[in-house]
């Protein structure tokens, strides 16, 4: 009986199998790319139907779909074009289907320049894509850019960022060929919110660390183009973390006449910033409103408007703060209780409207008129009451608070006050045009730009060390008539500035390709600026020339020169005392830049290697200091100096279908300052026995000594970055981003101390951020039609860890004073160990 029933279950079985597989049917095949290269991983689903499959190394997959059934198999890859095919397959049925993917094509605006004239010249592109995934504590387009060859930035909080040896002022953004103004007070990363730039929005972007075209402005190092989306239909996005959120929606009318964008932002650091050394109430608050409008008048004339809005709020209510510094061997506390408060406040608004018109497909006519406005507050008054103390570790304890206070070595208080007002006006209008004329590629554009700027400072330090108020003259004792100088602040600024003038500028550039095959391309341009303030006028020629050899491999040779003059603004052209240098000259930076890129192939999949190596000669500089992202400039130009450097990058699919990135810099900027010195004074035996005596007290027999090439603030001679991504290989719907950086140091000194004190070094800058994201839900996840969430492109969760090995990363120093004159650093560290979780909805 147990035999019986044992071989009626095998029956019964197979037989429950045969009737099953006559429901079934197969479909397998290979997919391949443009190349005929196979694709692993690929995505291999039928529309309304569970389950799917994915190929193999070799680009094979193998699919069980219903039989009888009309289905659409859907085939998908990050980075390449879905494909659809319809299949109605008979019971048990098997049908091979090889599909052929094409790498996803970007449409971009027809000013745009295609990726295969972009070699020529020393533009790189960044696919956007990467805004949305990079860990990061500012996040939006610069975050990006901070990772490529050439830029250096040591400051997470801020969207700032240094090019080859120039500042934060030295660097031109665009959007949609317009140029973007940033507020002028913003003295730390903590006050200064938002960026200009919409991730949401971006289409394009396009960077550029040096020898850039003369159709850019004039500025000395580098430019950031951003072009915006042309939406085809409607969609939108919004996301949401702890660090704020936003939303994005685009859309088209059914005449494909007007088009829209429409982005709002909301962010508050207030969770970053309470992992600082001083605690206390952090109230930031960053809010923009950004659109895109455009409506085509005719076929051949389109009108558009960019406008944006941004009020940038940041309060702060200090309470106290400990901080450990220096070395094993002398090793010391701060300590500082507060009170007061600070309040600042930052409104801008900026509005641009474009007619463009192309009589025909090769010409082009654009006119712009554009205006921006700021509103800057800063208001503070903190006083702080401090204590210092040397330490004595426990070596043998990672506690911090083994570390015990063993000496007193000071106490006092200081006081800050600032009542700073700026309102600015730059208004502009402006003509461009291009011509394509068989193998010219022709630009030409005029500007007209007026500038109203009132600015109005008051700020002042105050320093009490043990009863004295700083300075404070030597004590001399026994002397019957001490001195009783006058009170005097240990810093004051106090100054009214209103300012009217305008600019007139041009420029005419052709990109002319010599060769019929493109071989070789000469791309060359003039620039002409005139400032009616100062009365100068400054020409600069440009030029780049291309050659793609005629190898086996696919390399083009490029070098780049001109003349990149950057005409004064404002803050460059006020003093320390606030007061305004009108016979004040544009600063001049000429060019050399030799660069290379070789795009080859490793593990079958596609790698580029780009290479620039340079030279800066600097004339005419204006000298400055740097305080966290404060620039403070001297007003004069009175040095000379150089920037010379090499830049390597390596991008690709480290992981196959996603790209990644590593970028290495190696560069050194100097700068000799025309009339600093000091004398040595040493004694009959040649010793020397007072160093560094200025000229008002130097004796006679002093001998001078002038400093000459010294480094410029910006002096970080190697930076290496990181962008790396990669994914689950059997579920790439899970995903790791990480970011790493490495900047050394850079250089400081002691405040109201001549440059050439300027030449201590803080630690290197060191920073890894992570990031691991789920895909909920995508494009061909199969959800039921009463499902709401159907109507979803995509659904992301992201966990984010910031400063993963918890490094302690110096901005910059707080100096305290004792009544000896002996000073203190005491390092601003930014921000620690964060936890970011984010959600990102596509529809």
Do not use: C
Request: charged share 20%.
């Amino acid at each position: 009986m147990n035999i019986f029933r044992f071989y009626l279950f095998i029956f019964l079985f197979i037989s429950s199998l045969s009737v099953f597989s006559q429901n079934k049917a197969f479909i397998f095949g290979k997919i391949t790319d443009e190349e005929n290269k196979p694709i692993h991983l690929a995505n291999i689903t039928a529309k309304d139907q569970p389950g799917g499959a994915i190929t193999d190394k070799i680009g094979d997959y193998r699919f069980e779909i219903p039989a009888n059934t009309k289905l659409t198999i859907v085939i998908s890859f990050v980075g390449y074009e879905s494909d659809e095919i319809s299949v109605n397959l008979s019971p048990g049925e098997e049908k091979r289907i090889n599909i052929s993917l094409k790498e996803v094509s970007t449409d971009l605006p027809p000013v745009e320049i295609r990726d295969k004239e972009i070699r020529n010249t020393s533009l790189s592109r960044v696919n956007p894509k990467t805004i949305s995934v990079i860990p990061s504590v500012s996040g939006g387009v610069e975050s990006v850019i901070k990772t490529l060859p050439g830029v250096s930035s040591s400051n997470e909080l801020s969207s700032q960022y240094s090019v080859r040896g120039g500042n934060f002022d030295e660097n031109l953004v665009y959007v949609n060929g317009i140029e973007i103004y940033r507020p002028f007070l913003v003295r730390s990363g903590q006050q200064e919110g938002l960026s200009f730039i919409n991730s949401s929005m971006v289409s394009s972007i396009l960077f550029s660390a040096g020898g850039f075209d003369a159709k850019y402005g004039d500025k000395m190092s580098s430019v950031l183009d951003i072009q915006y989306r042309k939406p085809l239909e409607f969609g939108g996005s919004f996301g949401i973390s702890f660090l704020g959120g936003e939303a994005f929606i685009e859309g088209i009318t059914k005449n494909r006449k007007f088009s829209y964008l429409l982005g709002v932002r909301q962010k508050s650091n207030q969770s970053v910033l309470s992992g600082l050394d001083t605690k206390g109430d952090y109230q930031p608050s960053f809010t923009d409103v950004q659109t895109l409008l455009r409506y085509d008048l005719s076929t051949k004339t389109e009108l558009s408007f960019l406008g944006h809005y941004a009020r940038n709020v940041y309060k702060f209510v200090p309470s106290d703060r400990e901080t450990d510094f220096g070395t094993f061997q002398d090793a010391h506390r701060v300590k500082i209780y507060f009170d007061g408060q600070e309040k600042d406040k930052f409104e801008t608004f900026f509005g641009a409207l474009s007619l463009n018109h192309m009589p025909n497909k090769d010409l082009k006519l654009t006119l712009t008129a554009s205006a921006f406005k700021t509103y800057e507050r800063e208001n503070f008054d903190i006083q702080g009451q401090y204590w210092i103390g040397r330490l004595e570790a426990d070596f043998g304890s990672l506690d911090d608070e083994a570390a015990k206070v063993i000496q007193s070595e000071g106490v006092g208080t200081y006081l800050n006050h600032a009542r700073n007002k700026l309102n600015a006006s730059v208004y502009n209008i402006e003509h461009k045009g291009t011509l394509l004329k068989s193998d010219h590629f022709i630009l030409w554009g005029v500007k007209y730009q007026h500038e109203i700027i009132d600015d109005n400072v008051s700020e002042w330090d105050l320093i009490d060390s043990a009863g004295y108020s700083l300075p404070n003259p030597a004590y001399d004792p026994g002397n019957p008539n001490p001195l009783h100088p006058s009170f005097k602040l240990f810093y004051s600024l106090k100054t009214d500035n209103d300012i009217s003038s305008n600019r007139y500028t041009a420029f005419i550039q052709d990109a002319w390709s010599i060769k019929s095959n493109n071989n070789l391309t000469l791309t060359a341009g003039l620039r002409a600026n005139y400032w009616d303030f100062n009365r100068e006028l400054i020409v600069s020629p440009r030029a780049t020339v291309s050659f793609k050899p005629n190898w086996k491999k696919d390399i083009v040779l490029r070098f780049s020169t001109g003349f990149y003059y950057q005409p004064v603004f404002f803050r460059e052209m006020r003093d320390m005392e606030g007061v305004i240098n009108e016979d004040i000259k544009a600063q001049k930076s000429i060019h050399f830049v030799l660069g290379s890129d070789w795009n080859f192939y490793i593990w079958s999949r596609p790698f580029k290697f780009t290479t620039e190596i340079y030279y800066k000669y600097l004339d005419d500089l204006i000298p400055y200091e740097v305080d966290n992202v404060r620039i403070r400039y001297y007003a004069k130009n009175n040095s000379h100096g150089y920037a010379a450097g090499i830049d390597m990058k390596i991008n690709g699919e480290f992981v196959k279908g996603i790209d990644s990135w590593a970028s290495l810099s190696i560069m050194k900027t100097m700068e000799d300052i025309e009339d600093d010195f000091y004398y040595n004074y040493y004694n009959i035996e040649g010793e020397l026995i007072v160093p560094g005596i200025t000229f008002d007290n130097a004796p006679v027999d002093s001998t001078k000594v002038e400093p000459g090439y010294i480094p410029r603030p910006t002096d970080q001679r190697v930076n290496f970055s990181l962008f790396f991504q990669d994914y689950l290989p059997n579920n790439p719907t899970w995903k790791m981003h990480l970011s790493l950086f490495f900047g050394s140091s850079l250089t400081f000194g002691p405040p109201n101390s001549p440059k050439y004190k300027h030449t201590l070094r803080m630690p290197a800058y060191r920073r890894v951020d992570i990031g691991f994201s789920k895909q909920l839900k995508g494009e061909n996840t199969v959800l039921s039609p009463k499902n709401p969430f159907r109507y979803l492109k995509s659904v992301w969760i992201t966990a984010e860890i910031f400063n993963l090995f918890q490094i302690s990363n110096t901005i910059s120093y707080f100096w305290i004073t004792g009544v000896n004159g002996g000073q203190y650093a005491v390092p601003n560290y930014l921000t620690p160990r964060q936890l970011n979780v984010k959600l990102i909805v596509k529809f």
